[in-house]
């Protein structure tokens, strides 16, 4: 049986034309299998299809070259140099076909990022910010772990200081 969750102003039932303060409504579907498994149904004042830019984003400056022999490593993530922000400023340090392991120095706020390919997990190493999304905001400080779904309209909002984050 299927557990429902409400927040806020939302319709009785789904999928149906909605208004709030005079302003129709926007549906949108946010599911990890499609229409088959969990999932959200997000109701937005504005249409979230109404993308400003699509790019392709490579985290990857090279590409990801076999480690043989095997050694040890240690990679000093002080001396990584990334952007000044958390989405496309961040820098890949490791990489196989499954998955990026990424450095971030965030000293500024993020532009507004979907991440199409795959789910994201964010180690905050040291610093505050506040992680924006479709879900609401959600305050994030040393040590913290983070999971932003794929395909989830996020930024990184950060208001003091320096925020270092491993992806």
């Known amino acids: 049986m299927p557990h429902y969750r409400t927040v806020g102003d939302v319709p009785r039932k789904r999928h149906t034309r909605h208004h709030a303060d005079g302003d129709r409504l926007h549906e949108e579907l946010m599911g990890q299998e499609g229409f088959s498994s969990a999932s959200s149904l997000l109701y ?3 249409s979230p299809s109404a993308i ?3 790019e392709v984003v490579d985290h990857e400056p090279g590409q ?3 480690d043989r022999p095997l050694v040890p490593r240690h990679i000093r993530t002080g001396d990584v140099e990334t952007g000044h922000e958390a989405t496309i400023g961040r820098t890949a340090l490791l990489a196989n076909d499954q998955v990026t392991i990424g450095w971030a120095r965030a000293t500024e706020s993020s532009p507004l990022y979907r991440n199409a390919v795959g789910d994201e997990l964010v180690f905050v190493q040291s610093g505050e910010a506040v992680l ?3 879900f609401g905001a959600l305050a ?4 913290d772990y983070v999971v932003v779904p794929a395909g989830t309209t996020h930024r990184w909002a950060v208001d003091t200081g320096a925020v270092e984050m491993l992806i």
């Open 140 to 143: 994030v400080g040393p040590g």
């Open 64 to 66: 990801a070259t076999p």
């Open 44 to 46: 937005h004042r504005h």
């Open 132 to 134: 924006e999304s479709v």
């Open 52 to 54: 400003v830019e699509v």
